[in-house]
């Protein structure tokens, strides 16, 4: 699972100018720490034109593996089929855990949650139960504000405090706590004991995922 390379070729926005660039295909974080905020800010997905100078951001499919703490994350923006790759890894290393995910946010979300040690299924569970419940408390307020999707933003467990922050319409900063005894009692609840296990193939945990739990 080493680091590995890629050239693919970008447009610029500004003056349409196609070039080719190296990027990163396999990206161990592990042995590649310093990368690891460029992945978190999302400037590793930044590119200059070399005609016009320009900086812009364009998102590249990467796979993203950290080796002490045991996940891949497959950041997937062509919606490739990953099956295949996916089956395999499982096989080879029993003991990570493997997401799939198409969206450049949803794979910062999943490193800060595995970073600070918690279950992602739980988080994004308690997430989609608050999009749930402000969604409609803002419909009955009729609200101009729409959230369309609540995203976990950090720990604090000394606070006992779970945070997350609401992508919204008005590029409002809306955040919003759960306590970590909620969390607690979900991941004891015997109703959903089963579904916060890894169960193999199961790798794109997002909303539509809490849906049907
Ligand atoms: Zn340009």
Redesign the pocket.
């Known amino acids: 699972m080493e680091t590995t390379t890629k050239i693919i070729e970008r447009i610029?926005p500004?003056?349409h100018?196609t070039f080719k660039v190296k990027v990163y295909d396999n990206l161990n974080i592990t042995s590649n720490v310093e990368m690891k905020s460029k992945v978190l800010n999302g400037s590793i997905f930044d590119f200059k034109?070399p005609?016009?100078g320009?900086l812009f951001r364009s998102i590249y499919s990467i796979v993203y593996k950290d080796i002490e703490k045991k996940y891949i994350i497959f950041l997937n923006m062509k919606n490739k089929n990953y099956d295949k790759k996916i089956k395999k890894l499982e096989e080879l290393y029993p003991e990570y855990k493997i997401r799939n995910v198409s969206d450049m946010m949803d794979l910062i979300e999943k490193i800060y949650i595995f970073e600070v040690k918690l279950n992602d299924k739980i988080i994004t569970y308690l997430g989609y139960k608050i999009y749930e419940d402000m969604t409609r408390k803002l419909s009955d307020m009729k609200s101009p504000i729409k959230i369309s999707k609540v995203l976990f933003d950090s720990f604090n467990p000394s606070k006992n405090q779970v945070n997350f922050g609401a992508l919204n319409n008005v590029q409002k900063r809306i955040f919003i706590s759960a306590t970590y005894t909620d969390y607690k009692t979900l991941q004891n609840s015997p109703k959903y004991i089963q579904c916060f296990k890894e169960n193999p193939g199961e790798c794109e945990i997002d909303q539509n995922w809490a849906k049907r739990i």
């Open positions: 610029c500004n003056c100018e034109c005609n016009c320009i």
